[in-house]
């Protein structure tokens, strides 16, 4: 039997109660079959973590994981559609984990991101001076490059580490999803089926298999959406040192309707990614064609992209995450606002996964201890919103743009200094920290006091600047 | 260094960590090979492992909050990626799991010490006899002049 469905009756003893916790409980038993729709890393992180798990307390069971997608493809097909960076604290998490991320993967390690206003650039260091932020293709690179080797993907790369701790990868698109006798059946679109103990579903957002669970979970709607805009341009390796170098520049321009954009250097292309309200290309001709951003390209001149697409974000949690053998994780589920996307999927795959091999595959189990890891994003997205709200206003207001960079490249430039917003900024653009850690650095008594000094400081500058140029030329 | 690989390179000969200093970082070793060596109080050192690419090192002084208990060398030039006190300790309050492979290497490792304890064990006591032989064939002759 391959699960298992205990009912609390008079006879049972003491014991058997507390093992049996609820009136009726479903788990995991030697010989229960998984099945994982979606092969990007929220379903493999899951599957990886289960089956390590599962391995550790001598619990044997079969995962198949349905990705009709080969990461050995470029372009768009071999794609799924991601700025395509890997966090700080993620980086260091999965190598302590024991995953690390070869050189084959990890198309350029970043350590220093490069913040744009139009009142002035300025660097931002990790303390350490090390690489330890990867861009990574989550495909084989874009169209017109070379093809990598095939585990030079980033989800390839996942996804043979989930094969090689035991997964089964089927090759075939789901069609449909349906119950049968109480346990979920999957079926592909050339007929074959099969039944499971228990289904994750780990479909992207953009993916069209989100419409497939109707009929055996009518409670799921899919998560809000808003929709961005990725492109690839294709530079020589000279040039990319010589203007982007190791680091990510991030934009905080006053342009209506953008919230965020960013260049990512990898291999021989430059990624461009723009967050904003209903991205179109208007507003990705306004970014392109401003000065801050053309001076990123040599001789000011933008190319035509290689590579681009609009995909979509998760912006707000699906409407039911768990129900009776059945979970939703990653952007199908809950997913960090905007940034570490691929570290929340970390997060809520992993919490999935000791969920069922640990406690149970009912929606009560789920409940209890799977719910709570997708309520700490959910409420740290919520504090991400007031971030953001304050972050478009400084874009908005050229007289904190002046105080905010004024007081970074200040501790820039000092060692010993206490880095206050250069911290905020760093953890903000490469999303290492949870966005509450973020806000509370603000809550330190010298962050205000030195944010004040600068904004003053800085504007007088500015004024005095101005008032000898007119003198001078008056 | 290549564009693609994360860390920081070590060369041959450098010392990663020394004992008896505060630690707070952990190291995860992405290429290389590096000795770890117990310096003794007479001077001189004696190597008590070496460890590859997928090892983790300095684990010890984090989670006790003591002095590194050991010097960690490069033998080769080796890429090794940090680990924040920081980051680590608070992700694990989040996720315990998160030390579990630690702990699977810290064990492995203590089985690797206990095998070679076992080992250093049975050459003292070989030596030991031998000695013990070699005073009785000594001793035997000149009891038998007598």
Request: charge should be positive; hydrophobic fraction near 40%.
């Amino acid at each position: 039997m391959a699960f298992v469905e205990r009912t609390v009756k008079e006879g049972d003893n003491l014991a058997a109660f507390f093992e049996g916790g609820e009136e009726r409980r479903l788990t995991l038993t030697d010989g229960s079959r998984i099945a994982v729709i979606g092969g990007g890393p929220a379903g493999t992180f899951f599957t990886y973590f289960l089956l390590r798990l599962a391995e550790s307390i001598d619990l044997d069971v079969s995962v198949d994981i349905y990705e009709p997608r080969s990461f050995a493809y470029q372009g768009p097909a071999g794609c799924n559609h991601c700025g395509g960076i890997v966090s700080e604290s993620l980086v260091q998490l999965l190598a302590t984990e024991g995953i690390n991320l070869p050189p084959a993967v990890v198309q350029r390690g970043i350590e220093s991101y490069v913040l744009h206003m139009d009142v002035g650039t300025v660097r931002i260091e990790t303390p350490l001076q090390e690489k330890r932020i990867a861009a990574v293709f989550r495909g084989n690179g874009p169209r017109e490059s070379e093809p990598l080797p095939v585990s030079g993907s980033f989800d390839g790369f996942l996804l043979e580490l989930a094969a090689s701790s035991g997964a089964r990868v089927v090759r075939k698109l789901v069609s449909a999803t349906s119950w049968d006798t109480g346990r979920p059946r999957v079926t592909c679109s050339d007929g074959t089926s099969a039944t499971y103990d228990l289904l994750a579903v780990a479909a992207g957002i953009n993916s069209q298999a989100l419409q497939l669970f109707q009929e055996i979970a009518p409670g799921y709607q899919a998560p809000k959406t808003l929709k961005t805009f990725i492109c690839e341009f294709r530079l020589p390796r000279e040039a990319l040192d010589k203007f982007i170098g190791p680091s990510m520049h991030v934009f905080l321009l006053d342009i209506p309707r953008l919230e965020f954009a960013a260049l990512i250097p990898k291999g021989e292309f430059l990624t461009l990614c723009i967050l904003g309200d209903d991205v179109d290309n208007a507003l990705i001709d306004t970014f392109l064609s401003a000065p801050e951003v053309k001076a990123c390209f040599p001789d000011g001149q933008v190319p035509a992209p290689a590579c681009h697409c609009f995909p979509r974000v998760n912006v707000e949690a699906a409407a039911q995450l768990y129900g009776d053998r059945i979970v939703w994780i990653g952007d199908s589920g809950v997913a960090r606002l905007y940034k570490d996307g691929i570290g929340s999927a970390y997060r809520v795959a992993k919490a999935a996964a000791k969920t069922v091999v640990h406690h149970g595959i009912s929606a009560e189990d789920f409940r209890q201890h799977y719910g709570p890891a997708c309520g700490r994003i959910n409420s740290d997205n919520t504090i991400a919103k007031f971030i953001f709200g304050v972050s478009t206003l400084i874009q908005r207001v050229r007289f904190l743009r002046r105080g905010v960079l004024r007081m970074t490249a200040n501790e820039q430039q000092r060692r010993a200094a206490r880095r206050h917003m250069s911290t905020v900024l760093w953890d903000l653009f490469t999303g290492s920290a949870p966005y509450k850690e973020v806000l509370t650095r603000t809550f330190h008594p010298e962050f205000p006091a030195m944010l004040g000094w600068n904004l003053l400081a800085g504007n007088l500058a500015r004024r005095r600047a101005n008032g000898s140029k007119g003198n001078a030329h008056g | 260094m290549a564009n693609g690989n994360l860390g920081q390179w070590y060369a041959k000969g450098h010392v990663v960590v020394r004992q008896g200093e505060i630690g707070d970082n952990i190291f995860a070793i992405q290429e290389g090979e590096l000795e770890v060596v117990k310096e003794r109080q007479g001077g001189g050192e004696i190597r008590v492992a070496v460890l590859h690419a997928g090892d983790i090192f300095g684990e010890m002084a984090i989670l006790e909050k003591e002095q590194r208990n050991a010097t960690v060398r490069t033998l080769t030039d080796a890429r090794l990626l940090t680990v924040d006190k920081k980051t680590f300790m608070s992700r694990v309050h989040e996720d315990p799991s998160l030390a579990f492979n630690i702990l699977r290497m810290m064990a492995k490792r203590i089985r690797t010490l206990n095998a070679k304890l076992g080992e250093r064990r049975s050459r003292v006591d070989r030596r030991r006899a031998e000695r013990r032989n070699v005073g009785t064939r000594r001793k035997g002759p000149r009891r038998s002049a007598a």
